[in-house]
C-alpha cells in the first residue's frame, strides 16, 4: 500500500465546469496548495480562480494523469469521460475521487457519502466513487433513522434544481425569462422510471447498506438555480416520534435542523437542512421530512473534498498494484 503525503498533489479533472469550479474553492478555502487544474484540451490554457491566484488549466490528457504526477485527483466529467480517463490516473499512481455514475454501483468500489458510511473505504480502494447528490442528502438523513428505528420504507418527490444538469442547465434556466420557467423530467426514461429515480434507489441501498430497502422516488427538475429539494416520507421498523427524530437528525453528522428552508436559502452552505419534520398520518409509524441542500456543495464537491480529507487522515493511497480497469461497470 502506498501513503498518502500529508500535502497530496492533487488533481481536479472537469476544472472549469460547475462542481469543478467548487471543488477548487473548497479546496483553497480549506488550505490545499499543491493543486492542478486540468480539462479537456478546449480548455486548456485558460485561467481559472483558485484562492487568491489563478491556475492554467492543463490537458487532462492519458499521458498527464498516468505521468505520476498526482497523488489524488477529483473527477467532475461525464461517465463517457471518466471511464475514458480514471484508469489512467490510477495507473499513475492516483487515488481518484469520481464523481459520475461510471463506478458508483460497481462491485469492489465504495461509494461514499461522507459521515453516513466512510467505513466503506478501505486501504486498498483505488477509486472512491461520489453519489448522486440526490442520494448523498438523502443519506444523510436517512442514516440516523436506521440506526435509531430501522427503516421499512422510503417514498419521496424530488425538486432539482438547473445546476444538478451542470453547466448546460445552468445556461438553459439564465436564457430562459422566469415566467417562462416550467418543471421537467429530464433524465433518461427506461419506459417506467426516469434513470434518476432508479438511481436513487439503488445508490441509497448501496450507501446504507439495505440492499433491500423498498425505496420510491418521483424526481422532478424545478426552475431553481442552486439547491435540491425533497419531501420524504418514512415508514420506520419501530415507533419513532417527530420529537425522538428531530433529535437523532440533530445529532447527525453535516445535517441542520431548519424548518421550511428553501433551496434559494440553503445554496453556498455546507449542511444538508432537514425541516417540517411530522408524524405521517397515513402510515403506521410514519415520518414525513423536508430535505434541502446545495447540490454542488455537500451534493457534490464538498463530498468529495470530505472524502479526501478521510484518505489523507488515514494517510491512505490505495493498493501498490495497479487496478485493471472496469471492464463494464454497473451503471
Ligand atoms: C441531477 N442528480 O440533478 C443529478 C445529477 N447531478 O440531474
Known sequence: MLRMPESPSIGVVGATGAVGTVTLELLARRGFDNVHALASARSKGKAVEFGTRDLVVEEASPETLASGALDLCFFSVGTTTSLELVPHAVEGGATVIDKSDAYRLADGIPLVVAGVNDAAIGADHRIVANPNCSAMQLTCALRPLEDAAGLAR???????????KGDEGIEMLRAIAPAEGDLAMDWDFDGEEFSEESKLRAETRKILD??????????VRVPVLVGHAQAVWVETKTPHSPAEARAVLAAAPHLELSDAVMPGEVAGTDTVHVGRVRRDPTAENGLVLWIVNDNLRKGAA???????????ARGLSGASEPLAPVADPLR
Open 210 to 219: 439495505l440492499p433491500d430497502l423498498p425505496l420510491s422516488a418521483t424526481c
Open 154 to 164: 422510503v417514498r419521496l418527490a424530488t425538486y432539482q434544481s438547473m445546476s444538478g
Open 302 to 312: 464538498l463530498n468529495a473534498v470530505q472524502i479526501a480529507e478521510t484518505l489523507i
